[in-house]
């Protein structure tokens, strides 16, 4: 199976901060990586797929890069709605494994 | 609108079985992979199966195999997931979620709590 590693596992970080959350498979996976954002109590919402391709309707303060192993998620201005956890998640094979999760807390 | 809607969940003891369904409304059904995910209590996402559109083909975590089954009804907009042997270390809040090649769609889950 393919490891996804998330870091950091949590962060704090103030409104209007540029966040960047790194993620890591345990071997390529070309661009098939995406990026799901969880508040409490509810189901994930996707924000990125295919690495770099925002979800229609989200908004473009979300950015996806990376392949092969290595990926980015960056929010270029942290805003109250954004404080949630980041899961990403390779879809090159099954099973399709999460990361552990970055939890993006207010400072 | 898309609308994905599980059931069946509840509180099962170590060894019992549940049937997990999920009802799907607003899209075409058959014309896609769906998936089951589930979240252990404050935990992260752990995908649990998959199954291609006609339900040829079915993909399982390896440690819910041989104790999982995953299906689906076509006719009635239904994904299902049959849960065997169920054990402490399956207690999680279970989603459908629509798939291929990202799970762009979830249901609002529904909590599965084994213990005695």
């Known amino acids: 199976d393919i490891q996804m590693t998330q870091s950091p596992s949590s962060l704090s970080a103030s409104v209007g901060d540029r966040v960047t959350i790194t993620c890591r498979a345990s071997?390529?996976?070309?661009?098939?990586l995406n990026w799901y954002q969880q508040k409490p109590g509810k189901a994930p919402k996707v924000l990125i797929y295919a690495a770099s391709s925002l979800q229609s309707g989200v908004p473009s303060k979300f950015s996806g890069s990376g392949s092969g192993t290595d990926f980015t998620l960056t929010i270029s201005s942290l805003q109250p709605e954004d404080f949630a956890t980041y899961y990403c998640?390779?879809?090159?094979?099954?099973?399709?494994?999460f990361g552990q999760g970055t939890k993006v807390e207010i400072k | 609108e898309v609308q994905l809607v599980e059931s069946g969940g509840g509180l099962v003891q170590p060894g019992g079985s549940l049937r997990l369904s999920c009802a799907a409304s607003g899209f075409t059904f058959s014309n896609y992979w769906m998936s089951w995910v589930r979240q252990a209590p404050g935990k992260g996402l752990e995908w649990v199966a998959n199954i291609k559109v006609d339900g040829s083909e079915k993909y399982y975590v390896d440690s819910v195999k041989g104790r999982f089954t995953i299906s689906r009804d076509d006719a009635k907009n239904s994904l299902y997931l049959q849960m065997n042997s169920l054990r402490a270390e399956d207690t999680a809040v279970y989603y459908c979620a629509r798939d291929e090649p990202v799970h762009d769609y979830w249901g609002q889950g529904t909590l599965v709590t084994v213990s005695s």
């Open positions: 998640q390779q879809s090159y094979s099954r099973p399709r494994t």
């Open positions: 071997q390529s996976i070309d661009s098939y």
